[in-house]
């Protein structure tokens, strides 16, 4: 499923009304018997949820979406179904939407003119249904609406946001007053601005709102973002034949471990030979070989004098389909001029952790262009290192930074967090939803990179290989959440076997 900005969406809703005939007050039609339709099933399983139902309607178009869900709610028998009209009377289609409440007979008062009767009515609910304010906000909602929000956050009532929590945008800051929702219904797309890490705790559950846009705006090759399903590395992997031996199967080169790190080298090598190579490689450092030789019994470990760099030239190089550089690496001089080396060999790989430091040193010598071939899986203090913006800013727009950090770079940039963000050096950009704070433990960084590099080296595209990595890193998060609950990063490797065949 495509993701798009709100901007994206504007122009998406103007193009459906110019474009295909189909008039704003269907569009706003569907959208609000959509919404309520799929609110009942989430909600009450089906039946009408119980108890009092408020919907708080700003002046947009999100305001109207819940006028129509209040008429929708009063015609299926909800009790005593209320709107709070959240900045007085509303203009233009809504202003019609709220004639067809009022003739119902649907109860409607004003925050600003009955504010303690508001303020009854949120205190007894049992669901608040938040259209105060919608996409097309700019900067932090103002009083009377921030006070509004603070009153709706105050209530304990379950929160419904309506394509977005109110006071959340593209531009959205964590200081800005914002509903804090249990689930959001999200009309046409998925919003990107629901996906930032200061914006996707307020949310709660996201589900799509399918408005009846015609199939061509809303599927066009155009639109640069997608959703990046859980699931999507089961059609990623490459077939591997009845026949194949472990030559055919791809051999990784891993340099990863120092003194106190040796664990990121095991977990990356070991996660990256689960993954179905046939080979991995792990080149260490001669003080920490025999620690590593007797752990990772099945990948081969190699001792290496640092100094000196392999000769990879000619047909060696063949003998390795993919190189991983950087966890726990460490960051001494020797350290950057084998990174400069790796990156001049004609391979693919990936670099993370240490070697995302390195790769920044680098990078403020000389105009590093990397020809698509390589990807770099920072979290945020390691992309801004690399990238030269700060970590807030990064975090306050991931999918620009990232964005312009790949095009710089020629590189798919890989941003981990609760919701990752790939970023190609063509524009494209994925988002993958996955929230899950048992993954936020040291070394899971480590397996992640070892499962990308493990994509490279078993036949796919760079591209391939990351979104084949996020993927399955989340579903494997997932898996070990349900068996173990709280895990270790080392509780993820022996998964992937079983998830891969």
């Not at 019994?297 to 390795?320: F, H, I, L």
């Not at 390589?374 to 030269?388: Q, Y």
């Not at 349900?482 to 490797?493: H, I, P, Q, Y």
Request: charged share 20%; net charge positive; proline share 6%.
């Amino acid at each position: 499923m495509k993701v798009v900005s709100s901007e994206a969406m504007a122009t998406i809703d103007r193009r459906a009304q110019d474009e295909f005939a189909i008039s704003s007050a269907l569009l706003m039609e569907d959208a609000g018997v959509c919404a309520w339709s799929l609110f009942v099933e989430r909600a009450g399983a089906g039946n009408v949820p119980r108890g009092h139902l408020v919907f708080v309607a700003g002046k947009g178009n999100n305001g109207g979406d819940a006028l129509v869900m209040a008429r929708r709610a009063f015609c299926q028998g909800a009790r005593g179904p209320t709107v709070v009209l959240a900045d007085g009377r509303p203009e233009g289609l809504p202003s019609q939407m709220l004639a067809a409440v009022e003739a119902y007979g649907i109860k409607c008062i004003t925050w600003q003119s009955d504010r303690q009767e508001v303020l009854t009515r949120l205190r007894e609910a049992s669901w608040i249904l938040d259209g105060i304010a919608g996409t097309g906000l700019r900067g932090a909602l103002r009083a009377p609406l921030s006070d509004l929000v603070s009153a709706v956050n105050s209530s304990r009532a379950r929160k419904v946001a309506l394509d977005v929590p109110s006071g959340v945008s593209d531009s959205y800051d964590p200081a800005w007053p914002a509903v804090r929702s249990d689930l959001t219904l999200t009309m046409g797309l998925p919003k990107s601005c629901l996906y930032l890490p200061h914006a996707r705790p307020l949310c709660g559950k996201i589900i799509v709102v399918p408005v009846g846009f015609p199939p061509a705006l809303v599927d066009d090759a155009a639109i640069r973002g997608e959703m990046l399903r859980f699931n999507a590395w089961r059609a990623l992997r490459k077939p591997i034949a009845a026949d194949a031996h472990k030559g055919q199967r791809g051999h990784l080169a891993v340099f990863a471990g120092s003194p106190g790190t040796t664990g990121a080298a095991w977990l990356s090598a070991t996660a990256a030979a689960r993954s179905r190579l046939g080979l991995v490689s792990l080149f260490v450092g001669r003080d920490i070989y025999p620690i590593l030789a007797q752990k990772a019994t099945s990948v081969m470990v190699k001792p290496w004098d640092e100094p000196r760099a392999p000769d990879w030239r000619g047909s060696d190089v063949e003998g390795y389909s993919a190189v991983l550089v950087g966890p726990g690496w460490g960051l001494v001089e020797d350290r950057e001029k084998w990174l400069e080396h790796l990156l001049s060999l004609p391979v693919s790989g990936v670099i993370d952790a240490d070697g995302i430091t390195l790769l920044a040193r680098i990078a403020t010598r000389s105009r590093l262009r990397l020809g698509g071939r390589w990807i770099i899986t920072p979290h945020p203090g390691e992309f801004a290192r690399v990238s030269g913006v700060s970590r807030n800013e990064a975090l306050q727009d991931p999918v620009r930074h990232a964005g312009e950090l790949s095009s710089r770079l020629e590189a798919f940039v890989v941003l981990k967090g609760a919701c990752t963000v790939v970023a190609a050096p063509s524009g494209k950009y994925w988002i993958l939803d996955g929230p899950n704070p048992a993954l936020a433990t040291g070394g899971t960084g480590d397996v992640l990179a070892g499962l990308v590099a493990a994509g490279v080296a078993g036949g796919m595209c760079p591209q391939e290989a990351a979104l084949f990595g996020v993927s399955l890193h989340a579903t494997l998060g997932r898996e070990a959440w349900r068996r173990k609950g709280w895990f270790l990063a080392e509780d993820l490797v022996p998964l992937i076997s079983g998830l891969m065949r």
